[in-house]
């Protein structure tokens, strides 16, 4: 299945009656994606009664500096892997 905007939007708004119900709320910190999660749940009308902030940390200093990832990590295995996530 392909990734389209439209699938995107369509699990935004499943994502929004799932913390809606549950009263639950995020925040997310991105990279790759370039802060594109971040737009589709905002483009959400409500979404600021669950989603809390996003982050975009595209250099490897800000992933050090900003969210506590590892240089040795990154050194090691790449800032785009699985080890990296938080």
Known sequence: MAITEQLL??????????MTARGLKIAC???CTGGWLSKIITDVAGSSTWFEASIVCYSNHSKTQLLGVSEAIIDEFGAVSGETEL
């Open 9 to 18: 939007k369509e699990l935004a708004l499943e994502l929004d009656e799932c």
């Open 29 to 31: 910190a991105e990279s």
